[in-house]
Each structure stands twice: as structure tokens, then as C-alpha cells.
């Protein structure tokens, strides 16, 4: 049972007088503490809190029938322990699902380009961004545990995000729009000035979407455009393919192929694991089959491999 849970059965237990005298000193301790620590909390915590508490309220008009002196004491503690609750369960906003990733911590990184500039960066995690001129970019100094985000406050940029199965990676923009990734390479743009917010998809795969639906999962060569002020969004394939260098330095042959996996969205199985242990060092680009760049790899290794019929997943053995 988590802090917040525990703090709202404590406090249900307060308001129906079924308390411990231990539990309801804790309670009284909290609101005590409220007073000398407010805390503060943004627009949307506000009204999220605002309408628990007149939900509540409601409850307690409806419960408390005897007389208007006991209900006037009883209105007056729901207003105090919906102060505790914004002490004590602030937190549990952190509910937000794709739409609404968890706050980024204080401590912040701003990163912005002028006109006719562009600037490389390298992030906490390894993954590098192109940002193109005009833009700005926010990201934590120190990503969490369990998240990536960052946010395309405004321009262009192209996002070549290292790969993380338990942390994805999150680009936020404008208009409430979410770019969510493992490890992939594509490019946004999202200026202020411009009526659309474009997504294009150089290596591997992404989910875009806002606060009410995920538009569309795009894959190598394929694009989304958002149209801000008729809310929609239409996926079509880029018209130039962007290509990439994909470049190894003792990397593990099991990295490699993951990497290539992601980069071509296909599926490469090596017959027996210990294959995987292979170490690589060689350099290649997107614009190679990836047929071809697993040929190269097998001929390095003495190595075999075959394919489905649709060329979607690969089979890599020993000779």
C-alpha cells in the first residue's frame, strides 16, 4: 500500500469517527503542518482537487442530517483535510498515462538556437538531438527512473534516442501533443507560427498522440501531421527517406542486431544465445537493405542466415 493510499483510508477514518486516538493526533498533526508548509501546486492539480473536494462536501451535506450546529463542524473539517490531502496526496496526480507523463524535476535544462543556428547535444541517457535554428528545448538534468521526457518548447529538432525497453522516451510540444519511443530515430517540428506539428520517422517505431488518443504508431518512412486548429491528424510517408549512420565499436553481435531490429522494425533471432556474446566494430547507414548489413556481419563471423518470406524476421545460425 502506497503513502497516499494509506493517508486517504487514515483520513476517511478521521471523518467517520472510527479513528484511533494515535490516528487522529497523525491527522490533526498534518493539518497543523499544512499551515506553516503550503504547498504549491499548478493550474490542473488545482481543479482536480477543487472538485474532490466539492464531491466531498456534498457527501457530508447529504450524511449529516441531525442539526445545522453539527453540520457546520463537520463541512468545516472536510475544508481541512482536503488541505491535507493537497499535502499529503499531491503526489498521486502522478496517475497520468501516456497523455500525461510525470512532472519534470526542478532542476531543468534550457537549450535554445537563433535564427540560422543549429547545436548538437548529447543527453544524460546517451541520446543525441539535432536542434535545428529558432528552436528551444527543455530536459531534465537527471532523468528519472522509470521516464524520458523532454520538451520541444519550440522548432524543429531530430531525436536519436538510445534505446531503453523499461525507460521509453517522451517528447512533449505544443498543443498537448506526446511523441512516445523505446529507441528510435525521427524528427519533430513544432513551431508556434506554423498551423501544423510534424513527426517523421527515420528508424524504428513511435506512438503520437494527445490527452484523449494516440493517433498513430509510425514506422521507418512514414510521417504524421497535426493540424492544430481542426484538431486532427493525418499519416502519410515522408516524402524524402532520412537515413542515418548506424556505427558499432565492440558492440555485442545481440546489441547489434536489437539496434538493427528497431532501426529497420524486423525481428532477428540468433539460433543459439551465445552468438550473441560475438563482439562487432563496423559502420553502416540506413540506406543499406538490412539484408545486406547482416550478410556483412555473417561473413565476419562466420555466420549464416535466413528469412521470411516477407522479409520481417531473420534467422541468424552458426555455419
Not at 488541505?83 to 501516456?98: I, Q, R
Not at 528552436?135 to 536519436?160: D, T
Not at 539484408?291 to 545460425?317: A, G, P
Request: glycine share 4%.
Amino acid at each position: 500500500m502506497t503513502k497516499e493510499e494509506r493517508a486517504r483510508i487514515l483520513l476517511q477514518k478521521y471523518t467517520d469517527h472510527t479513528a484511533t486516538p494515535t490516528e487522529r493526533n497523525q491527522v490533526e498533526k498534518w493539518y497543523a503542518e499544512y499551515d506553516k508548509h503550503p504547498v504549491q501546486i499548478n493550474l490542473f492539480a488545482k481543479e482536480k482537487i477543487h472538485a474532490r473536494i466539492s464531491a466531498r462536501i456534498q457527501e457530508e451535506m447529504i450524511k449529516e442530517t441531525k442539526t445545522i450546529r453539527r453540520r457546520l463542524p463537520a463541512l468545516q473539517f472536510v475544508l481541512r483535510t482536503a488541505a491535507v490531502l493537497v499535502v499529503v496526496c499531491g503526489a498521486e496526480l502522478a496517475f497520468w498515462h501516456f497523455s500525461r507523463p510525470q512532472v519534470l524535476p526542478e532542476k531543468l535544462v534550457t537549450v535554445a538556437t537563433l535564427a540560422g543556428e543549429k547545436k548538437d547535444l548529447v543527453l544524460p541517457d546517451g541520446s543525441q538531438i539535432t536542434l535545428n535554428p529558432s528552436s528551444r528545448l527543455i530536459y531534465p538534468a537527471k532523468f528519472k527512473s522509470n521516464i524520458r521526457l523532454v520538451k520541444l518548447a519550440e522548432g524543429e529538432a531530430f531525436f536519436k534516442i538510445s534505446h531503453e525497453e523499461k525507460r521509453p522516451f517522451t517528447v512533449q510540444t505544443s498543443e498537448g501533443i506526446y511523441t512516445k519511443v523505446l529507441g528510435t530515430s525521427f524528427r519533430i517540428k513544432s513551431y508556434h507560427l506554423s498551423p501544423k506539428i510534424e513527426v517523421s520517422v527515420a528508424t524504428g517505431k513511435v506512438a503520437v498522440g494527445n490527452s484523449h488518443q494516440v493517433f498513430g504508431t509510425l514506422v521507418k518512412g512514414q510521417q504524421i501531421a497535426y493540424d492544430k486548429k481542426r484538431q486532427l491528424a493525418a499519416i502519410s510517408y515522408t516524402p524524402q527517406p532520412v537515413y542515418i549512420n548506424l556505427v558499432f565499436e565492440g558492440t555485442p553481435l545481440k546489441k547489434v542486431f536489437e539496434k538493427l531490429a528497431y532501426a529497420y522494425s524486423i525481428q532477428i533471432d540468433l539460433d543459439n544465445p551465445v552468438l550473441g556474446n560475438k563482439k562487432c566494430t563496423a559502420s553502416f547507414n540506413t540506406r543499406q537493405k538490412p539484408e545486406e548489413i547482416l550478410d556483412i556481419l555473417c561473413i565476419l563471423h562466420h555466420l549464416k542466415f535466413n528469412q521470411s518470406d516477407d522479409h520481417k524476421t531473420f534467422n541468424v545460425y552458426k555455419k
